[in-house]
């Protein structure tokens, strides 16, 4: 089993629609929460970043933190064609370098 | 520059070949990192820098895999011998410290083909 779990899509979906992507991750010691964006060839972008438990929002983008449950969400309200890309999750511990990724969900928002 | 460049953008190596990947990173930036992904799949870690000490080899596949950051700015991810298996988007990132609450920055990747 991997250290953190995302569906894997594809997700289409009409313009103007809220979505939701989430992960599940098994490692409690994660402590720093991301979500990258990835258009086709070109290198994630940050998106969201989020310390800890909590929720945070930024436009038309929220993300939310349960570590309880260890379980991340970003919400998309009226989506664009625009965000049509691949979403990453993406996490790491407090100190130490490396981001543990996610598979991955392909977005795709019809106009 | 202003981001995390990498080349080449695009290498097609024919099987058993050595192949050799550049990453310049954000100018000024500690922490450098090394990330493979595959078709489809999320960027799975291979190394990490502190300036000029690699702190964290643990993801690279293989002794075929060897990365080199010798002055503690740009670094050079070196595949020997390559196999069909190693076609995949290499990716280079880097962030300004060393604290998990710093932005991680990640180029337009290095897209390796072996034939």
């Known amino acids: 089993q991997k250290e953190v779990e995302q569906d894997p899509g594809p997700l289409s979906v009409p313009e103007g629609a809220i979505v939701s992507l989430n992960c599940t991750y098994s490692?409690?010691?994660?402590?720093?929460f991301m979500w990258y964006r990835q258009y086709s060839r070109k290198g994630p972008e940050l998106l969201m970043y989020?310390?800890?438990?909590g929720n945070k929002e930024d436009g038309r983008f929220t993300a939310q933190v349960d570590k309880s449950s260890k379980y991340i969400s970003l919400f998309i309200r009226d989506s664009q064609p625009s965000d049509s890309a691949t979403y990453l999750c993406?996490?790491?511990?407090?100190?130490?370098?490396?981001?543990?990724f996610g598979q991955g969900t392909e977005l795709s928002v019809k106009p | 520059g202003a981001g995390v460049s990498q080349s080449p953008r695009y290498k097609v190596a024919k099987r058993g070949q050595d192949v050799a990947l550049r990453c310049d990173p954000i100018?000024?930036?500690?922490?450098l990192f090394w990330y493979q992904q595959a078709l489809g799949q999320g960027p799975e870690f291979l190394t990490y820098?502190?300036?000029?000490?690699?702190?964290?080899k643990s993801g690279l596949p293989s002794d075929r895999f060897f990365a080199e950051r010798p002055e503690g700015s740009v670094s050079t991810l070196k595949i020997q011998r390559t196999q069909q298996e190693d076609s995949a988007v290499y990716l280079c990132?880097?962030?300004?410290?060393?604290?998990?609450?710093?932005?991680?920055?990640f180029g337009e990747g290095s897209w390796l083909t072996v034939v």
């Open positions: 990132a880097s962030s300004l410290g060393t604290l998990g609450g710093n932005t991680i920055y």
């Open positions: 490692n409690s010691a994660f402590q720093y």
């Open positions: 989020t310390y800890s438990s």
């Open positions: 993406a996490m790491r511990e407090n100190q130490g370098g490396k981001l543990i």
């Open positions: 100018s000024g930036h500690v922490s």
């Open positions: 820098f502190q300036n000029e000490a690699q702190l964290d």
